[in-house]
């Protein structure tokens, strides 16, 4: 697990200055070890490099990816592509683990972050096929693959995963992200220089322009309330390397593809029975590579079936009790803790138990707004964090996490009326109207009729009833983003065959999980945490969606397949839960009770935020929601969000400066790593962990 980034540029050097700041900026993620390589991209001659946090036990390393090693004449050398890791140790603690790696004859780096939990087995098959390994990481196992399967690899590995690739066979720098999009990446291109980061900091603060927001990102947050739904950011000129794609940038260009998708047709064959018997199988299996690591695991705990399905199962694994961490509240309404007791007695955890009260939350608030990077659209990130610090706390560097199971079993209950919709759509009435009275009495019948019904409604009523239940977000839109005309959201796939399959396979690639996952990288990795997520395990979730749709969802059962099949390890009080919380979070509560003054102040002072909204249309609603007339909070977090954001990131110039002012006529492009560090009057001896370069 780790941070990574680097340049590639097709005419000319790269900036070593902005390598190194690139390794500053990413730290968090990766304490451990550092490393830099340069290369040719005309030969492939490569210089390997560490730096203030790089052991002297990876100095001393023989191995050829080891810093202060080099390939060929580098005197000459033209470096025009630079890789630089962050190393969070995890899998194969010793100096063999250093990255950038690269194979024996120096023609191949990688720079990579994630997990392959299959590397094991690829490792013996490798093995067999011939191919020798000096350490156990699973950055050699992929870097093997490469060499023996080219681009094909990427589908034979299971697990979370962004890297980049040098490969001077081909010169090419080949760049890939997993199939969900667990670990980030990022990427700057303006068609000669490319720059990729796994989080967008290392990117805006290093840039040589201003930082400027994406107004249709802004708009798209205010009126729809969406994040991460696009390959742009809310950082204008910086895009996001979309989940399952890979990229690559060589002389003739760049190019963006997809390598892994969902199947609309793939049907499961069997008996309901026996897809109990495989869901159980494959999630045990999720959790069971998952938990393979050189440090100890411990888990996320909220109350709910999937943090606690996945507690009890890597329970039975161990050979010591599993720490597992909670956030709970003493506000009414959001306390998960009767049922955390019952899953700790069932599994036998170390319970760890953070109960904040709000005292600190413009504190956390403000740090949240510059770890996430960018806007956030609720408040369960706010609880998330509170996890991760306590986790960090008791010194935890691997956490397992439910996340993805509400969005691949139809968790939410907002997929109850879809559900109405299909049944009425096949002509099955009397099913309709059996389960018309639960859903309403569960959602309300104005609700449940709206949605299950849209298709068959005339497109004049839609809008006014989707304004109706959306809370009208677009009403504080300033006048410069009405300008943008109105956002066109991307719509589920039609390919699915249910408005249940076609919602799923939505929130699962782009509505709802990537701003979940963003937040869980951003808030573990703020902490030098790394999470793991059984749920997403691609054989589990493959499975999941060639299930009927009354597999996950039996009446007003959501999640109904899991629930049978783990009934004999999740605790009943839990697989009874008629209620769904996540991580939540009474911000609404504090704010109005104890912060309305400092909200007030923050939304309605002048500033950036008033270039996106309407600062009568803003105050009027905030009036509203602080007496109590409107039930907002949700919008109240996103404003405050935006505005957090957008003060410490977009009202000042934020970026880190290159390097001091003797250096802007010599950008530094034609010198050598140590000869900046000694212009900075830096200590490069060995002993520092700076190698010559």
Same mark, same amino acid.
């Given at each position: 697990m780790c941070g990574i980034a680097g340049l590639h540029r097709r005419h000319g050097r790269v900036d070593i200055g902005r390598l190194h700041h690139f390794s500053r900026l990413l730290r968090h993620r990766g304490p451990d070890d550092e490393g830099i390589v340069l290369i040719?991209?005309? /030969?492939?001659?490569?210089?390997?490099?560490?730096?203030?946090?790089?052991?002297?036990?990876?100095?001393?390393?023989?191995?050829?990816?080891?810093?202060?090693?080099?390939?060929?004449?580098?005197?000459?050398?033209?470096?025009?592509?630079?890789? !630089?890791?962050?190393?969070?140790?995890?899998?194969? &603690?010793?100096?063999?683990?250093?990255?950038?790696?690269? /194979?024996?004859?120096?023609?191949?780096?990688i720079a990579y972050n994630g997990e392959i939990y299959n590397h094991v087995e690829l490792r013996a098959e490798l093995e067999g096929l011939g191919d020798r390994f000096v350490g156990t990481?699973?950055?050699?196992?992929?870097?093997?693959?490469?060499?023996?399967?080219?681009?094909?690899?990427?589908? =034979?590995?299971?697990?979370?995963?962004?890297?980049?690739?040098?490969?001077?066979?081909?010169?090419?720098?080949?760049?890939?992200?997993?199939?969900?999009?667990?670990?980030?990446?990022?990427?700057?291109?303006?068609?000669?220089?490319?720059?990729?980061?796994?989080e967008p900091k290392a990117l805006v603060l290093t840039q040589s322009r201003r930082v400027?927001?994406?107004?249709?990102? @802004?708009?798209?947050? &205010?009126? &729809?309330?969406?994040?991460?739904?696009?390959?742009?950011?809310?950082?204008?000129?910086?895009?996001?390397?979309?989940?399952?794609?890979?990229?690559?940038? $060589?002389?003739?260009?760049?190019?963006?593809?997809?390598?892994?998708?969902?199947?609309?047709?793939?049907?499961?064959?069997?008996?309901?029975?026996?897809w109990e018997h495989e869901l159980r199988e494959r999630f045990t299996d999720a959790v069971k590579l998952r938990l393979r690591a050189d440090v100890e695991v411990g888990s996320c705990l909220s109350g709910g079936i999937d943090s606690s399905?996945?507690?009890?199962?890597?329970?039975?694994?161990? /050979? =010591?009790?599993?720490?597992?961490?909670?956030?709970?509240?003493?506000?009414?309404?959001?306390?998960?803790?009767?049922?955390?007791?019952?899953?700790?007695?069932?599994?036998?955890?170390?319970?760890? @138990?953070? !109960?904040?009260?709000?005292?600190?939350?413009?504190?956390?608030?403000?740090?949240?707004?510059?770890?996430?990077?960018?806007?956030?659209?609720?408040? $369960?990130?706010?609880?998330?964090?509170?996890?991760?610090?306590?986790?960090?706390?008791?010194?935890?560097? @691997?956490?397992?996490?439910?996340?993805?199971?509400?969005?691949?079993?139809?968790?939410?209950? =907002?997929?109850?009326?879809?559900?109405? #919709?299909?049944?009425?759509?096949?002509?099955?009435?009397?099913?309709?109207?059996?389960?018309l009275g639960p859903v309403a009495a569960r959602l309300g019948a104005s609700h449940t009729l709206a949605l299950a019904l849209e298709p068959w409604l005339p497109p004049g009523l839609v809008a006014p009833l989707r304004r109706a239940f959306g809370q009208g977000k677009d009403r504080v839109l300033s006048a410069r983003l009405r300008a943008l005309g109105g956002a066109a959201p991307p719509r589920p796939p039609a390919s699915f065959p249910?408005?249940?399959?076609?919602?799923?396979?939505?929130?699962?690639?782009?509505?709802?999980?990537?701003?979940? &996952?963003?937040?869980?990288?951003?808030?573990?990795?703020?902490?030098?945490?790394?999470?793991?997520?059984?749920?997403? /395990?691609? #054989?589990?979730?493959?499975?999941?969606?060639?299930?009927?749709?009354?597999q996950k969802l039996e009446g007003t059962t959501t999640k109904a397949i899991l629930r049978?099949?783990?009934?004999?390890?999740?605790?009943?009080?839990v697989l009874e839960r008629t209620d769904k919380m996540g991580f939540e979070t009474p911000a609404d509560q504090w704010l109005r009770a104890r912060h309305g003054g400092e909200v007030r102040r923050r939304l309605l002072e002048h500033g950036p935020l008033h270039d996106w909204v309407d600062p009568l249309a803003l105050e009027s609603e905030l009036d509203a929601w602080l007496a109590g007339r409107r039930e907002i909070g949700l919008q109240i977090w996103r404003w405050l969000s935006l505005e957090s954001w957008a003060r410490q990131m977009v009202a000042v110039d934020p970026r880190i400066g290159e390097r001091p002012p003797e250096f802007q006529t010599h950008p530094g492009l034609h010198k050598s790593y140590v000869q900046v560090m000694e212009l900075l009057g830096r200590d490069t001896r060995r002993g520092t962990g700076v190698a010559a370069g």
């Open positions: 040719d991209p005309r /030969d492939g001659r490569a210089t390997a490099m560490g730096g203030p946090d790089t052991p002297a036990a990876v100095f001393a390393s023989p191995h050829p990816w080891a810093p202060g090693r080099r390939f060929g004449d580098t005197a000459t050398a033209t470096f025009g592509v630079g890789l !630089v890791n962050r190393r969070l140790a995890i899998v194969d &603690l010793s100096p063999s683990g250093h990255q950038p790696m690269c /194979d024996a004859e120096g023609r191949r780096w990481s699973d950055t050699e196992v992929i870097l093997a693959a490469w060499r023996r399967w080219g681009r094909g690899c990427l589908d =034979r590995f299971n697990g979370m995963f962004a890297f980049a690739l040098w490969d001077s066979t081909t010169r090419e720098l080949f760049c890939a992200r997993d199939r969900f999009g667990v670990k980030p990446f990022y990427y700057q291109w303006d068609g000669d220089v490319f720059a990729f980061a796994s400027v927001a994406n107004a249709h990102a @802004v708009r798209d947050l &205010l009126a &729809l309330d969406w994040v991460d739904h696009d390959v742009p950011t809310f950082f204008d000129g910086l895009y996001q390397l979309p989940a399952g794609h890979w990229l690559a940038v $060589g002389e003739g260009g760049m190019a963006v593809r997809r390598w892994w998708g969902l199947d609309p047709s793939r049907r499961a064959s069997g008996t309901p029975a026996e399905a996945v507690v009890t199962t890597a329970a039975r694994m161990m /050979d =010591r009790p599993i720490h597992a961490f909670t956030c709970a509240y003493d506000e009414p309404g959001f306390d998960e803790r009767r049922w955390v007791r019952s899953t700790v007695e069932a599994s036998g955890a170390a319970s760890h @138990v953070v !109960v904040p009260d709000g005292s600190d939350f413009w504190k956390v608030f403000d740090r949240l707004a510059v770890a996430q990077d960018e806007p956030t659209a609720g408040p $369960g990130v706010w609880s998330q964090w509170k996890v991760m610090e306590l986790a960090h706390g008791a010194g935890l560097r @691997v956490l397992l996490d439910g996340q993805g199971g509400d969005e691949t079993l139809a968790g939410y209950a =907002r997929y109850l009326p879809l559900r109405l #919709r299909d049944l009425l759509a096949r002509g099955r009435f009397v099913a309709f109207l059996s389960l249910s408005a249940v399959s076609r919602q799923l396979a939505f929130d699962t690639l782009q509505r709802l999980l990537p701003s979940l &996952l963003r937040y869980e990288d951003r808030n573990s990795m703020a902490f030098s945490i790394e999470t793991r997520l059984p749920f997403l /395990d691609y #054989r589990l979730v493959e499975f999941v969606f060639s299930l009927p749709d009354e049978r099949a783990l009934a004999d390890r999740i605790p009943r009080p």
